[in-house]
């Protein structure tokens, strides 16, 4: 079945870059994405690739995609305190025009 | 500001009563999708619109869930004989027509059941 895992925590140094990991195992995914959940807020979709892409850059963002191991990053530059969120990566499957499938969200916290 | 409502924010039941959610979607936005998210949980989906046309639902929604969208804008979900288990966000998103690719996500109903 459709699959998506991440780890739980990261904590970064204020000016330092983040890296977020995550791993899927829907082979055909069409498009991933990155989005971000502050406290008591809804969901914003911070940037997204198409499957056959393996580099995403948008400004402060890097989205490295590496579709052999169903492995995808999100690479935050400069991390800013405003950058304290969860983070959820999330795939649409090829199996279903419709649903998006997300991971269980990755809390960054910057360290001053 | 993703410009998808939903009302209300916030809700407080006694278990085995009944709730119902709105959501408001963007405007001209055809399709629209419920999801649920419980603490440290990333948003599970539940079930899907195009139009006025539920066109999947998940095993997560069970008989006591039920979904509208009677003219194809706004939906309702209703929760009958709320469960402690229902406790949770109930998150609603929309897409436009044609192969978009981007859900844009409303603020959340919060449940909680006692």
């Known amino acids: 079945g459709e699959d998506v895992e991440q780890s739980l925590f990261l904590s970064v140094r204020e000016g330092d870059s983040s890296v977020i990991n995550c791993t899927y195992t829907?082979?055909?995914?069409?498009?991933l994405y990155w989005y971000k959940q502050e406290p008591g807020a809804g969901l914003q979709l911070l940037t997204y690739i198409f499957s056959n892409m393996d580099m995403k850059q948008d400004q402060r963002l890097t989205v490295l995609l590496n579709k052999k191991d169903k492995h995808l990053s999100l690479r935050i530059a400069d991390t800013q305190t405003g950058d304290s969120a969860i983070y959820f990566c999330a795939e649409k499957g090829h199996s279903s025009a419709s649903k998006i499938i997300f991971g269980s969200g990755t809390r960054l916290s910057i360290r001053p | 500001d993703t410009g998808v409502s939903q009302d209300p924010r916030h809700k407080i039941t006694k278990r085995g009563q009944n709730v119902t959610f709105r959501c408001d979607p963007i405007?001209?936005?055809?399709?629209l999708y419920w999801y649920r998210q419980t603490l440290g949980q990333g948003p599970e989906f539940l079930t899907y619109f195009q139009n006025e046309a539920q066109l999947e639902k998940s095993r997560l929604l069970s008989d006591r869930f039920s979904a509208e969208r009677p003219k194809g804008s706004f939906s309702t979900l209703e929760i009958q004989r709320t469960e402690q288990g229902d406790s949770a966000m109930y998150l609603c998103?929309?897409?436009?027509?044609?192969?978009?690719?981007?859900?844009?996500f409303g603020p959340g109903t919060r449940l909680l059941v006692l």
């Open positions: 829907d082979s055909s995914s069409t498009y």
């Open positions: 998103a929309s897409t436009p027509a044609g192969t978009s690719e981007t859900q844009y």
């Open positions: 405007s001209e936005h055809n399709r």
